[in-house]
Every structure is written in structure tokens, then in C-alpha cells.
């Protein structure tokens, strides 16, 4: 009825493989598992999938898959949808070899053909979506650990067709990480793209979306909004909390401010209500949040 509150709740479906990503088009339904993509045939208002689904990607879930979450997104157009790959570990210290088609952006068409690498050096990123009135893609992305409380920042940015990103060489722009020392690629430090945002270190941000409704705020429209699930091996906590980036004109016009807190019970205990995961916009400009911790979708609307 459109009060904000569920009605009712289904299984829609079951027996996956650590899912994450979901999309819904051109009459299909399709999970981001942690190794492949499914497809399932989907017709609006089904509250539950039929079959198994076709596998359409193959995804690498090489062990010990410390970033399994996959994500996906279409195209303005539908025509190409674009997966988020996490790395396998934390700074490749199981070998590159270990990290093929990791720490990247895949791009493919509908039917899971035609694979591209987008972007790499992206060790984890896990939320995208395209900035309003551009076709520029943006994605969040978790950094490195275990060099420190303030390193690296994990940063919300542009993704440039191509363009690499650091991983595992080097860190927010040409800065190399100095466990890589006998393994340095100099060459890739150097085409190492610096991000447009840091969204504070190990804040482990997620999921992202544009606001492009009115109900909120003036200053919220078409600017970004991050989840941060916030850290976990951090002396004082960071994250845990819903972030605000203003954009104007397809680009950030001021630093990130805090949007949704009150996660935190006791920072100095490590104790916290909840951990914030996926963001979207509803058709009357409210927004829901996924919380993994409390398993509750929060929503968040403007005062009338």
C-alpha cells in the first residue's frame, strides 16, 4: 500500500553460491554468484525463480577468495553489462597469477559473451552506477589492509575504459606499496590513475547510488551516496555509516559529509547496531539500505 513498510516476504530463490549482485532485464533476472553469473527467465511480479538458471559467466572464486562479492550493472542502453571482481587476496601475496580476471571490471554482452576487461587494478570493487546526464561509470572501492590505520583510503571514483588503477603495484595514484619491494612493476606504478574521492581508510564502502528525485533536499540531487560497512581491523572504528559526495555537472563539487549514522553502540568496545551494505532510490524519492548485521532494510524519506 505504499506506506514505506513490507507487505509480504517470499524465498525467491535458493540454493546459490554466495550471491550478491542482481539485475533485472529484457524479461530475464540475473545473480552475481561468487563463481558464475546466472540468468533466470523473469516476468514482473514473480515473487520467486524458476529453475536453476543458466550459467553465463564463469567467474574466478580462486581460493581464499578474500573478496567474493560480484556485482553487476547494465549500460544506459542494456547492451553491455559491466561485473565487479574483487581480488582473490590482500596484496597478491599468493601470486598475480593467482589474481587473472581479479581486482577488475568485466564487461560483456547480455548473454555473457564477448568478455572485456573494463578497468583493473581495482582490488575490491564492489558498488557501481553511472553519474547522471554522463556515461561515466563510478564504482567504490576497498583498499589494501595491514599497513597502518590511515592506508590506504578506500576511495568512491570515475572509471576511466582501460585505465588501471594500482593494484597490487602501487596505492591512490603512483604511491607503490612497499610490501611489493622484489616484485615491483615501476611501469605500472606509473600508469596508475588517482581516484577521485577517498572515503577514509578501511571503511570497507559498498554500495553507491545517484539521487536523481526531488524529494530529498535540493542539495542531494545527483550527487552520490556510499554505505560504508566499516572496518574491522582498525585500532578506532572508521565507516559504519551512509556518506554524502555533492556533484554538480558530472562531477564532485565538495568532500563527503556524513548522511546516515548511529551504527555505532560504543566505538572504544568495537560494538555496533548494524553494518551497511546496498543503497537504492525508490520511485517516490525515499531510499532503502540493507543492514547485514541487524538484517534490516532501513528506509530513509524525506519529511513531507
Partial sequence: DKDGIAEQRFIFAQ?????????????????????????????????????????ILALPDTKPNR?????????????????AVGSSSNVAENGVNNEVRRACILEINPDGTGEKIYASGLRNPVGMAWAPGTNILWTAVNERDEIGDD??????????????????????????????????????????IKPDVPVGSHT??????????????????????????????????????????????GKPSG??????????????KNDVYGRPVGITVLDDGSMLITDDTSNTIWRVASKS
Fill in 255 to 268: 568532500a563527503p559529509e556524513d548522511f546516515l549514522t548511529g551504527f555505532v553502540a560504543e566505538p572504544g
Fill in 151 to 192: 592506508l590506504v583510503p578506500d576511495y568512491f571514483t570515475s572509471v576511466e575504459r582501460d585505465g588501471f588503477y594500482g593494484w597490487p603495484f602501487a596505492y591512490f595514484g603512483e604511491n607503490p606499496d612497499p610490501r611489493m619491494k622484489d616484485n615491483q612493476n615501476m611501469v605500472m606504478v606509473k600508469k596508475t
Fill in 15 to 55: 540454493d546459490l553460491n554466495q550471491p550478491f549482485g542482481m539485475l533485472i532485464q529484457d524479461g530475464h533476472f540475473y545473480i552475481g554468484n561468487t563463481n558464475a553469473l546466472l540468468r533466470f527467465e523473469y516476468t514482473v511480479g514473480d515473487t520467486i525463480l524458476k529453475g536453476t538458471g543458466k550459467i
Fill in 204 to 249: 570497507a564502502s559498498l554500495g553507491i547510488t545517484f539521487y536523481e528525485k526531488k524529494a530529498f533536499p535540493a542539495k542531494y540531487q545527483n550527487g552520490a551516496f556510499v554505505t560504508q560497512h566499516g572496518s574491522w581491523n582498525r585500532s578506532q572504528l572508521s565507516g559504519y555509516k551512509v556518506i554524502f559526495v555533492p556533484f554538480s555537472g
Fill in 67 to 83: 573478496h567474493w562479492t560480484k556485482n553487476i550493472i547494465p549500460n544506459k542502453d542494456g547492451s553491455k553489462l559491466y561485473v
